[in-house]
């Protein structure tokens, strides 16, 4: 335990996702031992991220205005939706640059043992985008661990009474892995080897 304001520090760090107790020393001690560490800019930063970011009114992806780029961009092929669980899996999947179509981003996963269920999810959403016809495939791009496929198990049973193609990301993938870590490569042959979703 360290004195007062740098332990808070420290505490404030090791909060957040993937910063254990070590990182977060390590990193408090790099602020307070870094003269030339621009702090105040830093303090600005994440009040303007605050203050500014937001979710899409469409997808759902993270924006600083009510449409992102995505959405807004008219090259994007209309008729085809890519399912993802968080705003960081549309930022894995556009590094493929194998993907033209939209997106739709749940919030989260199923997972009864977190207290997340469907209705906790971005899903009436989904299948409000879905109600004028206009998407042909809906690609399920969940991550490969026992929330993701319950999740996609989910979804697939949900879309069976709309006529369209409901299909998965193909083999590749690590099974127990997210779509953040997976390399541009391994994304890339996921998509091209997706599967229809068996009714």
Request: glycine letters at 10%; one cysteine or more.
């Amino acid at each position: 335990m360290y004195e007062g304001i740098v332990q808070e520090l420290i505490d404030e760090l090791g909060r957040l996702p993937g910063i254990g107790p070590k990182s977060a020393q390590r990193i408090a001690f790099h602020i307070v031992q870094t003269e030339t560490f621009d702090v105040k800019r830093l303090g600005e930063i994440l009040l303007e991220v605050r203050e500014k970011v937001r979710f899409c009114v469409e997808c759902g992806n993270v924006s600083d205005q009510d449409r992102c780029n995505i959405c807004r961009d008219p090259r994007r092929v209309r008729n085809l939706i890519c399912v993802v669980e968080e705003a960081k899996d549309v930022v894995a999947i556009e590094r493929t640059r194998e993907f033209r179509g939209l997106y739709h981003v749940l919030g989260g996963a199923i997972s009864p043992i977190d207290g997340v269920g469907p209705d906790d999810l971005r899903i009436r959403e989904l299948l409000a985008r879905l109600a004028d016809g206009t998407v042909d495939e809906v690609i399920l791009a969940t991550d490969p661990n026992l929330e993701g496929e319950a999740t996609a198990t989910y979804l697939s049973r949900l879309l069976r009474t709309i006529e369209l193609k409901v299909s998965r990301l193909a083999s590749g993938l690590p099974v127990g892995g997210d779509l953040e870590y997976a390399d541009e490569v391994t994304l890339g042959r996921a998509f091209e080897g997706r599967r229809l979703v068996e009714h």
